[in-house]
């Protein structure tokens, strides 16, 4: 469930996403889960749906899919009022097991950014630059909380 500052920072984050990166950009795109243990992630059903995720460079297609079964290289969600950022971190270990390779959690809160990648400590960023090494990616953190 989004709200004002998750709509703003969702928006903010798709634009920085397309001009500092390579990689197509989607929002609330549906995942598919088949791939996961159900009895390891009870919690998850059928999909999953991101606020963001991104893909290395593609367009648009002749069929429309409406789940994907493959994975992005990038996963970001947004803490909003009804959605808090433990549940969201939950989901993370669903999107780690279907390979997705790097998740970020976005505080507007906060004005932070904590990066998880698999079998890592998790990095925090409040100032300067988010910064992945993973996707090759570095965005300013003010410009994500504008």
């Known amino acids: 469930m989004g709200s004002y500052n998750h709509a703003l920072v969702q928006g903010n984050l798709v634009y920085l996403l397309r001009i500092h990166s390579q990689l197509t950009i989607f929002t609330e795109l549906s995942l598919a889960t088949s791939g996961l243990d159900k009895i390891q992630f009870p919690y998850v059903q059928d999909e999953l749906i991101p606020d963001i995720c991104a893909y290395p460079c593609s367009s648009l297609i002749d069929l429309d899919i409406l789940v994907m079964d493959e994975m992005p290289d990038l996963?970001?969600?947004?803490?909003?009022?009804?959605?808090?950022?433990?549940?969201?971190?939950?989901?993370f270990q669903a999107y780690f097991a279907l390979g997705i390779h790097s998740c970020w959690l976005v505080d507007p809160t906060i004005a932070a950014v904590r990066v998880y990648h698999q079998g890592e400590s998790p990095v925090t960023f409040s100032a300067g630059d988010v910064v992945d090494d993973v996707v090759n990616l570095k965005i300013p953190v003010a410009e994500i909380f504008e």
Do not use: C, D, F, N
Request: charged letters at 25%.
């Open 75 to 91: 996963i970001l969600e947004v803490v909003s009022p009804l959605e808090g950022a433990h549940e969201l971190v939950q989901k």
